[in-house]
Nanobody
């Protein structure tokens, strides 16, 4: 069982930045970030492989969001820049054992509890 704990959410003005972190209790997993806005389905944002050398992003956030990982600290980060009110959502990190189809939510075995991000206009 892998425990995932997100942190770093909060309230930010449009155009600002936030950096979310996800602390994992296990090593070597592929990690993904997702978000769910009120009344909407949970969406894939991006993923990173075990070494941190390979990333994959949804088109909706490509160029604004960056995923990185610090394996020494078992932590994955989501750097979010140029935030918009429509980025308001609960953000989740998740872990899986394989890399194929990194956007596939059903392949993620472990999920964090989520952290709220609110972007004001």
């Amino acid at each position: 069982q892998v425990q995932l704990v997100e942190s770093g959410g909060g309230l930010v003005q449009a155009g600002g930045s936030l950096r979310l972190s996800c602390a994992a209790s296990g090593r070597g997993y592929f990690m993904g970030w997702f978000r769910q806005a009120p009344g909407k389905e949970r969406d894939f944002l991006g993923a990173v492989n075990g070494s941190g050398g390979r990333t994959y992003y949804a088109d909706s956030v490509k160029g604004r969001f960056t995923i990185s990982r610090d394996n020494a600290k078992n932590t994955v980060h989501l750097q979010m820049n140029s935030l918009k009110p429509e980025d308001t959502a609960v953000y989740y990190c998740a872990a899986r054992s394989t890399w194929d189809a990194p956007q596939a939510q059903r392949s993620y075995q472990y999920w964090g509890q989520g952290t709220q991000v609110t972007v004001s206009s």
